[in-house]
């Protein structure tokens, strides 16, 4: 089963808007990852937060973690058209494997 | 640099055909996962393998999948006898690291699998 769920499941903003994606997940862990993955393309790695940390920047990108509440957000400022993609947070699972969570389809209108 | 490459991109076959995928992780590499995504299930863990040893295969539906490392540079997953239900787009992953859930991981492009 998967450990991160993403919410919401699909969101359309216009271009120059903000979109704020949100992931919980049900156990412990030890870093929380984000990926992108453009339509028929492998998955691409955005950021990587840890445990011990709280708020991540990465250009555009903003990533929270709240361990109290196991959930992490990614905000995407200033979007573009290019940033339509769906987005995946991934945490670890047993015998140290990342388990992807369901993805939130981004789309962004020019 | 190349990335991670796969072959071959698209696969249409009958149900019972034997399918063999194709994994070329990037150079230097020491973990390369098999992942298979569908609408319904999601992205999910397949195998991975560290050092050209299988480490977690529980992710491997069943006893039709079987999937070989015989070197750092090449792996292959194989369905046989394939099944419609296989039909999903198979992505090989790649990172360097002893702790796979703490790195970066490197997609290849994936796979399209269509088993009629």
């Known amino acids: 089963s998967q450990q991160g769920e993403e919410d919401p499941q699909a969101l359309s903003i216009q271009e120059g808007e903000n979109a704020t994606m949100n992931c919980s997940y049900k156990?412990?862990?030890?870093?929380l990852q984000w990926y992108r993955q453009n339509s028929g393309r492998g998955l691409v790695h955005l950021i990587l937060?840890?445990?011990?940390?709280r708020e991540k920047h990465s250009g555009r990108l903003r990533v929270t973690l709240d361990t109290s509440k196991k959930s992490s957000s990614l905000l995407i400022t200033a979007s573009r058209a290019a940033d339509t993609a769906s987005y995946f947070c991934?945490?670890?699972?047993?015998?140290?494997?990342?388990?992807f969570g369901t993805g939130t389809r981004l789309q962004v209108f020019p | 640099d190349a990335g991670v490459i796969q072959s071959p991109r698209h696969e249409v076959t009958e149900m019972g055909q034997e399918v063999t995928l194709r994994c070329k992780p990037i150079?230097?590499?020491?973990?390369l996962f098999w992942y298979r995504q569908t609408m319904m299930r999601g992205l999910e863990l397949l195998i991975y393998?560290?050092?050209?040893?299988?480490?977690?295969d529980s992710g491997m539906p069943e006893d039709r999948f079987s999937a070989k490392m015989p070197n750092a540079s090449f792996s292959t997953l194989k369905i046989q006898p394939s099944e419609p239900r296989d039909s999903a787009v198979y992505f090989c992953?790649?990172?360097?690291?002893?702790?796979?859930?703490?790195?970066?991981?490197?997609f290849g492009p994936g796979t399209r699998l269509t088993v009629l």
């Open positions: 156990t412990s862990i030890n870093n």
């Open positions: 992953a790649s990172s360097f690291s002893t702790s796979p859930s703490t790195d970066t991981q490197y």
């Open positions: 393998f560290n050092n050209n040893v299988p480490i977690d």
């Open positions: 150079s230097g590499h020491n973990s």
């Open positions: 937060i840890r445990s011990n940390e």
């Open positions: 991934a945490t670890r699972g047993g015998t140290d494997k990342l388990i």
